[in-house]
């Protein structure tokens, strides 16, 4: 049995995923990283609800702002890119006690970080009018997006800091501090929305002003406990020269991450356009609510999954193949629970979720039967979810790229252009294109999973007790 590399500090919270107790290990990353999602939800919920309720002009505002999402998306999905793919690596090479290469892995993530925050910063700018009317902005919705647009992208570099690095302090097992920083954000854009959209009438550039104050915050407290002493890993720039094979490291693992969250910005420009030619500016709003309940409602279930992937990593690169099977099947039931629950409550009481946002007679009468179509059989996506950050988790970039792309780019998107053309469904089979992408893509990635990891498993632990 390999010595423990970790061990709880009463002062850093650092979590042992060397422990025989693999349920506790799991709790113990996911609960603040649970509690660090929700704070980052209520972080971008907040906006939508406030900008909801402006006085006269709710509905048209949630339609500008959903019409920003692919850009949001897109930017989480660079960030995610070095993140979320060089993270796993990281917990990799330290259950191999290879702390030299976990640092190089994390200060070249860093570095891509910056680079591609500040290119992407400057591109939205000077694109930002074709890519909103690409998205499908009319010219009543347009003022408004390009409002929150132009202001949210000159934090990019922020939130690409503060989303991208924030894997590498969860990754050490100081899940407490990673959801600090979340906290931070969040605490500081709950207090100035208020203040910025109504106090000093801002409107919809008082949220995204509010938006970026709180991710230069956050941006600032990863870096300064990434360099600090109570990091175990620290992220040491002086000296720094950029490793073109680490990168690519990375960018293969993350690929499969940056893949889901691009085909996510796909699929909403194409639900735009698609509504907007059937259904007009309301149905883009009715989507951007149901963008936000998903967010809801899907954010335990990856927090669940996000805080089994650094236990997954660490006791595959340690070798210890039955922690590996335990932590997969524990994240997987605990999972098809919630997302089974979740779904009863959003099809019994539609409208209470619609209400959180917007409570408009017009809106609510067309948002509780999408919401209802949109849902059915929320459940599958445990087995997406388990079966993508499984094959994260193990470095398996080409599978997990692929199961990426097949729910959202080879399902969704086709779908989405193809049903409301059926039997005259309209604008209804914009939504339906969602649950049939669940149940085929979750049921595919899980089996895959499942017969491609535990043969591995298995290998691994008759290898062992043949020595």
């Known amino acids: 049995m390999p010595f423990p590399h970790f061990h709880r500090t009463a002062g850093g919270g650092q979590v042992d995923f060397s422990s025989p107790n693999i349920r506790r290990s799991v709790l113990a990353v996911t609960a603040p990283m ?43 999905a660079f960030s995610n890119l070095f993140g979320v793919g060089g993270a796993p690596l990281c917990s990799i090479a330290r259950g191999q006690k290879d702390l030299k290469t976990a640092r190089a892995i994390m200060a070249n993530s860093w570095f891509m970080l910056v680079v591609c925050g500040v290119v992407l910063t400057v591109l939205g700018i000077a694109l930002h009018k074709p890519l909103l009317y690409l998205f499908g902005a009319s010219d009543d919705t347009y003022p408004v997006a390009a409002q929150y647009m132009t202001i949210y992208l000159l934090g990019t570099v922020f939130v690409m800091i503060s989303l991208g690095l924030n894997p590498y302090i969860n990754s050490q097992g100081f899940a ?55 990091a175990e890993l620290r992220l040491i720039l002086r000296g720094f020269r950029p490793d073109g094979r680490l990168i690519r490291r990375i960018v293969a693992l993350g690929t499969s991450t940056f893949v889901m969250s691009f085909t996510d910005s796909l699929v909403q420009v194409v639900c735009n356009s698609t509504l907007r030619a059937y259904g007009g500016d309301l149905y883009i709003s009715v989507m951007t609510v149901i963008n936000s309940v998903r967010q809801i409602a899907q954010t335990p279930a990856l927090a669940l999954s996000d805080g089994g992937s650094p236990v997954i990593s660490y006791n595959y690169g340690a070798r210890m193949a039955g922690r590996v099977r335990a932590a997969i099947r524990f994240m997987t039931q605990l999972g098809f629970g919630y997302t089974l629950l979740i779904w009863a409550l959003i099809s019994l009481f539609p409208a ?52 990426s792309l097949l729910r959202k780019a080879i399902i969704v998107v086709p779908l989405t252009l193809l049903l409301p053309h059926v039997a005259g469904l309209g604008v209804k089979g914009v939504f339906l294109a969602e649950p049939v992408s669940n149940f085929v893509g979750g049921l595919a990635c899980y089996i895959t999973m499942r017969l491609t990891v535990m043969p591995e498993l298995s290998a691994m632990e008759r290898a062992k007790s043949a020595r």
């Open 34 to 76: 649970l509690v660090a999602q929700l704070l980052n939800l209520l972080y971008n919920i907040v906006d939508r609800i406030y900008i909801g309720k402006i006085p006269g002009q709710g509905t048209l505002a949630l339609a500008g702002l959903g019409l920003c999402f692919p850009v949001v998306t897109l930017i989480t």
């Open 176 to 230: 407490r501090i990673g959801m600090l920083t979340v906290l931070l954000g969040a605490v500081t854009n709950i207090i100035l929305d208020p203040i910025l959209i109504f106090g000093l009438r801002l409107g919809v550039r008082g949220a995204a002003i509010a938006t970026v104050f709180s991710q230069l915050l956050s941006a600032i407290w990863v870096m300064r406990f990434l360099t600090g002493p109570k």
């Open 352 to 403: 209470a979720f619609i209400r959180i946002f917007n409570q408009d007679p017009e809106l609510l009468a067309a948002a509780v039967p999408a919401l209802q179509i949109y849902f059915f059989g929320f459940f599958m996506m445990a087995f997406q979810f388990s079966g993508q950050s499984v094959f994260k988790s193990l470095n398996k970039a080409k599978l997990a790229i692929f199961f």
